[in-house]
């Protein structure tokens, strides 16, 4: 099994400001690497597939990069409703997702 | 628009059984991979199970193996969740969620508690 461990798993950040949550595979997954947002009492929603292409609708704010094993998701310009869980979720063997990083606003 | 409904979910003992539904609307049904993915109290996501498009082909986590079974009935839009020899570390929120390329529409859940 793939194991995706993200970091940090809390951050506390401002508004305006920039954050970066890193991804880590036990092993490579290419770039079957998604990105989610939850926000609280929601049910999960796209954010970016296969690395770093955006799902339809979603703000330009939210980019992804990496490949192989280490992969990071970049939000720009934080809002308050940006405050939410956010995982990680590899599809290269079944599926995993990382164990979450809790962003707080 | 494009949904996904869960049903089904409820308080069960132990040992118990307990069937999961999920109905899909404003979309061709059969297009799509379908998976059950869970979310225990105050934790993260965790994927048990997925089904091809027909349903000749599935796949389950280790947790779940050998006590979960998935089915779909295409003519219906559904997709099913069979649940036996539940414990308590199956209390969860379960979600279905359509999979192409990545789970992009996901179901509001079911809450399943396990708990004599």
């Known amino acids: 099994e793939i194991v995706l461990t993200q970091s940090p798993d809390f951050q506390s950040v401002t508004p305006k400001e920039k954050v970066t949550i890193t991804c880590r595979a036990s092993q490579s997954v290419g770039i079957a690497l998604h990105w989610y947002r939850q926000k609280p009492g929601q049910s999960p929603e796209l954010l970016i597939k296969y690395v770093s292409q955006s799902f339809s609708g979603v703000p330009s704010k939210f980019s992804g990069s990496g490949s192989g094993t280490d992969f990071t998701l970049t939000i720009n310009s934080l809002e308050a409703e940006d405050a939410a869980m956010y995982y990680c979720?590899?599809?290269?063997?079944?599926?995993?997702f990382g164990q979450g990083t809790k962003l707080e606003i | 628009q494009v949904q996904l409904v869960e049903s089904g979910g409820g308080l069960v003992k132990p040992g118990g059984s307990l069937r999961l539904s999920c109905t899909g609307s404003?979309?061709?049904?059969?297009?799509?991979?379908m998976s059950w993915i869970r979310q225990a109290p105050g934790k993260g996501l965790e994927w048990i199970s997925y089904i091809s498009r027909s349903g000749d082909m599935f796949f389950y986590a280790d947790s779940v193996k050998g006590r979960f079974t998935v089915s779909r009935d295409n003519a219906k839009n559904s997709l099913y969740l069979q649940m036996n020899s539940l414990r308590a570390d199956d209390t969860a929120v379960y979600l279905c969620?359509?999979?192409?390329?990545?789970?992009?529409?996901w179901g509001q859940g079911a809450m399943v508690t396990v708990s004599s």
């Open positions: 404003g979309f061709t049904f059969s297009d799509y991979y």
């Open positions: 969620a359509r999979y192409l390329e990545a789970f992009d529409v």
């Open positions: 979720h590899q599809t290269s063997d079944l599926h995993t």
